[in-house]
């Protein structure tokens, strides 16, 4: 119940009052790849909860079948989230047709959401098999925190033409481009990580905390 209402929370929150409030600037391309990220805080804990457990991991399949079981929940609750987030522009900033951001730059933006939710399923469940699931967790938060201080913030640091440069490919078809990219090294390395956690030797069964 308690997750229940937490999803309904950021459901209600991220999918219709902050597009609501954007309006058309919720379509804007960083702001459709921000959206499609929050399935990490989503597949992180529910991840190290899954495997630092006492309930030990029988086999690849349990495993994997716990993999799929988290993937599901995360990914499909950002799917979610970012079509009511498009709906809401449309049925709040009506103006005779159906808007959405270029269909390439959605595929690009949910399959990189896909392919990096399943490399941090497959580091956390890794990670589970060793430590307990609130130091899982609390190395997962360092790590966003980082990369969300350097995505803020990192830019000031880098000369006046790297910034340029860096603005000179924040389009639609940049970032898309990009995504793209970001996509096929996530699928790479999350299928290196799934493999470890699923086929590997197990560690020690830590209880949850």
Request: charge should be positive.
């Amino acid at each position: 119940m308690k997750q229940f209402i937490l999803v309904l929370a950021v459901l209600v929150t991220f999918g219709v009052l902050l597009p609501w409030y954007k309006g058309f600037d919720f379509l804007d391309p960083v702001m459709i790849v921000a959206y499609c990220c929050l399935g990490l805080l989503f597949v992180a804990p529910a991840s190290a909860e899954a495997f630092a457990t006492t309930q030990p991991i029988s086999g690849p399949a349990d495993a994997l079948r716990r993999m799929g079981a988290v993937l599901a929940y995360g990914w499909g609750v950002t799917v979610l989230i970012l079509i009511t987030g498009i709906a809401t522009v449309n049925v709040t900033h009506w103006h005779g047709s159906i808007l959405s951001p270029p269909a390439t730059l959605l595929m690009a933006s949910l399959l990189f959401s896909l392919t990096a939710c399943v490399a941090v399923i497959g580091l956390c469940a890794l990670l589970a098999r060793r430590l307990s699931a609130a130091s899982v967790k609390g190395m997962i938060r360092l790590i966003f925190l980082v990369v969300l201080v350097l995505l803020a913030f990192g830019k000031r640091f880098l000369g006046e033409q790297s910034q340029n440069a860096i603005d000179s490919r924040m389009t639609t078809e940049g970032i898309t481009h990009y995504a793209f990219i970001a996509s096929a090294l996530c699928a790479c390395g999350g299928a290196g990580l799934v493999a470890a956690a699923a086929f590997g030797a197990p560690g020690k069964e830590q209880k949850t905390t």
